[in-house]
Each structure stands twice: as structure tokens, then as C-alpha cells.
């Protein structure tokens, strides 16, 4: 009695676990009725027929992330590369990630290499890490087209190594070293032009400092000239004055002859000792001559002053 209890039992719990199907909120089940398909069952509390209903496939909803192992591409500049990355997807149709594709991850993880490889032969070295983001973006617009039948969408992929081979490091080295020696001597150079610039500025500033303070110093010696002219003129005028005022004093006529006669035989003493032959005026009779002369001058200027 109690193994017949047993067994009803048995027989009602395994009927009720036939007949509700619980779906959690991170699935989607696909549930197949005599072995066709009938439905997907959204989360939540459903009812199935026993032995005619069955759950054939459970699709996790959330967001996966795959990860995509490392491959060797060639770049167009004909550089060898290994690149790996990582691409987002999401089940969005059941129905389609059953019987569209036999693995949806494994293919996408292969549609997202095949992809990235052809991608990547478009671009040259430095542009693949330069312009990740637009590799990034049409992988991602490649992949969603090809697995639209799969009913999944691709969120988003990213290129996570991009490691040249040794050989195309240690070139890229020596570049970067060759750059990096020219940028050091086009700034010397540039430093040298500056240099040049500013020592010829230097230079015509100085030759303009000297020629304005030459042509100071030469308009201050014109101005000294001319003012020592005119004080010469001056003296000079006064000095005539006076010898015409003397000579018109009783005895002037006379000390005026007697003062030209001490200055012309003074002037011939001095022409003696320097000259390196001997000198005699040729008129030395005639000094009777030169006196008569000059007393007649002193007359003159006399008579001009009175």
C-alpha cells in the first residue's frame, strides 16, 4: 500500500514538473511540440502538455562578451601583426539563434576574425593605431550585417593587442630614434637661425647707435667751429678796433711800426733755426721799403677812423 502511494506520487510530481515551466528573467526557452517548433517562452510561469512539449534550447538574454584569440594579419603596408580582441553580442530572436545557425558564438568569433583580418589589410601600420576606433566601428557594422539571420546583434567589438613581430618593433625603433635625432637637429638649427637673426639685428642696431653718435659728434665739432670762428671774429674785430684807436693817439703810428718790426724779425728767427738751409730774405735792402708801406697803411686805417 504505502510503495502504490509511493509511485502516485512520484508519477503526480514528475506530471506537474512536465507541465509548468518556470523561465527565469535572464532567458528565453524554445519549446518544441512533437518535435516542431511551437513557441518561445519568455520569462515567466508556462503551462506545457506532457510528453508532447519539450524545452529543445535555453538562450541566455543579457549581454555576452566573447573573446576573440589572437591571429596574425598583414597590414598594407605588408606588416605582419597579431591582433586579438573582444566583441559584445545579445540574443534578440530565439527562434533564430536555434535553427538559424548551429553555434552562434563560435560563429561569430570566427565572422568577428575573418572581419577584423580583412579590415586590417585595408589600413597601414600606423593607421591601426591610430584610427582604432573607426577599425572598431566597421567590424562591428560587418558582423551585425552577416549575423541578422543568427538573431543576434553585435553591440559593440574592441581591438584590445595589436603587437608588431620583433623584427618590425626593432625597425619602428630605429625610427622613431631617426625622428626623434631630426626633430633635435632641426630645433638646433632653428635655434642657430634665431641666434643669427638676433646677433645682425645686434650688429645694424650698433652700426646705427655709431653712425647717429658719429653724426652727433660731428655737428657738436661743426657748432665748436663755428663758435670758435666767431669768437675769432670777434677778437679779431676788437683787435683792430683797439689798434686803430691806438694808432690814432700821438706816438700810436710809431709803436705800430716798431711792434711789426719785432713780430718779422721774430717770425725770420724761428724760420732760421727750423729750416735745414740757410735762409736770407732776398729783399733785405728793400726793408726800408716794406716800413714805408706800412706807414702808409697806418695812415689809412687812421683816416678810416676819423
Same mark, same amino acid.
Given at each position: 500500500?504505502?510503495?502504490?502511494?509511493?509511485?502516485?506520487?512520484?508519477?503526480?510530481?514528475?506530471? =506537474?514538473?512536465?507541465? =509548468?515551466?518556470?523561465?527565469?528573467?535572464?532567458?528565453?526557452?524554445?519549446?518544441?511540440?512533437?518535435?516542431?517548433?511551437?513557441?518561445?517562452?519568455?520569462?515567466?510561469?508556462?503551462?506545457?502538455?506532457?510528453?508532447?512539449?519539450? #524545452?529543445?534550447?535555453?538562450?541566455?538574454?543579457?549581454?555576452?562578451?566573447?573573446?576573440?584569440?589572437?591571429?596574425?594579419?598583414?597590414?598594407?603596408?605588408?606588416?605582419?601583426?597579431?591582433?586579438?580582441?573582444?566583441?559584445?553580442?545579445?540574443?534578440?530572436?530565439?527562434?533564430?539563434?536555434?535553427?538559424?545557425?548551429?553555434?552562434?558564438?563560435?560563429?561569430?568569433?570566427?565572422?568577428?576574425?575573418?572581419?577584423?583580418?580583412?579590415?586590417?589589410?585595408?589600413?597601414?601600420?600606423?593607421?591601426?593605431?591610430?584610427?582604432?576606433?573607426?577599425?572598431?566601428?566597421?567590424?562591428?557594422?560587418?558582423?551585425?550585417?552577416?549575423?541578422?539571420?543568427?538573431?543576434?546583434?553585435?553591440?559593440?567589438?574592441? =581591438?584590445?593587442?595589436?603587437?608588431?613581430?620583433?623584427?618590425?618593433?626593432?625597425?619602428?625603433?630605429?625610427?622613431?630614434?631617426?625622428?626623434?635625432?631630426?626633430?633635435?637637429?632641426?630645433?638646433?638649427?632653428?635655434?642657430?637661425?634665431?641666434?643669427?637673426?638676433?646677433?645682425?639685428?645686434?650688429?645694424?642696431?650698433?652700426?646705427?647707435?655709431?653712425?647717429?653718435?658719429?653724426?652727433?659728434?660731428?655737428?657738436?665739432?661743426?657748432?665748436?667751429?663755428?663758435?670758435?670762428?666767431?669768437?675769432?671774429?670777434?677778437?679779431?674785430?676788437?683787435?683792430?678796433?683797439?689798434?686803430?684807436?691806438?694808432?690814432?693817439?700821438?706816438?700810436?703810428?710809431?709803436?705800430?711800426?716798431?711792434?711789426?718790426?719785432?713780430?718779422?724779425?721774430?717770425?725770420?728767427?724761428?724760420?732760421?733755426?727750423?729750416?735745414?738751409?740757410?735762409?736770407?730774405?732776398?729783399?733785405?735792402?728793400?726793408?726800408?721799403?716794406?716800413?714805408?708801406?706800412?706807414?702808409? #697803411?697806418?695812415?689809412? #686805417?687812421?683816416?678810416?677812423?676819423?
Amino acid at each position: 500500500m504505502l510503495a502504490t502511494i509511493t509511485f502516485i506520487f512520484m508519477a503526480l510530481l514528475f506530471i =506537474v514538473v512536465k507541465l =509548468v515551466l518556470i523561465v527565469p528573467m535572464r532567458e528565453v526557452c524554445v519549446v518544441e511540440r512533437l518535435g516542431k517548433f511551437r513557441a518561445v517562452m519568455k520569462p515567466g510561469l508556462h503551462f506545457l502538455i506532457p510528453f508532447f512539449d519539450k #524545452v529543445s534550447y535555453r538562450h541566455e538574454v543579457r549581454e555576452q562578451v566573447l573573446d576573440i584569440p589572437s591571429q596574425s594579419c598583414i597590414s598594407r603596408d605588408n606588416v605582419q601583426i597579431e591582433v586579438d580582441g573582444l566583441v559584445y553580442i545579445q540574443v534578440m530572436d530565439g527562434a533564430k539563434a536555434s535553427y538559424g545557425i548551429e553555434d552562434y558564438r563560435r560563429a561569430s568569433v570566427n565572422l568577428a576574425q575573418t572581419t577584423m583580418r580583412s579590415e586590417i589589410g585595408k589600413l597601414n601600420l600606423g593607421q591601426t593605431f591610430s584610427e582604432r576606433d573607426t577599425l572598431n566601428e566597421t567590424i562591428v557594422k560587418e558582423i551585425d550585417k552577416a549575423s541578422d539571420p543568427w538573431g543576434i546583434k553585435v553591440l559593440r567589438y574592441e =581591438v584590445r593587442n595589436i603587437t608588431p613581430s620583433e623584427n618590425v618593433i626593432h625597425t619602428l625603433e630605429k625610427q622613431m630614434e631617426a625622428e626623434r635625432q631630426k626633430r633635435a637637429e632641426i630645433t638646433l638649427a632653428e635655434a642657430e637661425k634665431e641666434s643669427t637673426i638676433n646677433l645682425s639685428q645686434g650688429q645694424r642696431q650698433e652700426a646705427i647707435n655709431l653712425s647717429e653718435g658719429d653724426k652727433q659728434r660731428q655737428i657738436n665739432e661743426a657748432h665748436g667751429r663755428a663758435r670758435e670762428i666767431e669768437i675769432l671774429a670777434k677778437a679779431t674785430a676788437k683787435g683792430i678796433d683797439l689798434i686803430a684807436s691806438a694808432a690814432s693817439k700821438p706816438g700810436g703810428d710809431k709803436a705800430i711800426k716798431t711792434r711789426l718790426l719785432e713780430q718779422f724779425i721774430q717770425q725770420t728767427g724761428n724760420i732760421l733755426k727750423t729750416a735745414d738751409v740757410s735762409v736770407l730774405p732776398a729783399e733785405m735792402a728793400k726793408l726800408e721799403g716794406f716800413f714805408e708801406g706800412m706807414d702808409k #697803411v697806418t695812415q689809412t #686805417v687812421q683816416g678810416a677812423k676819423s
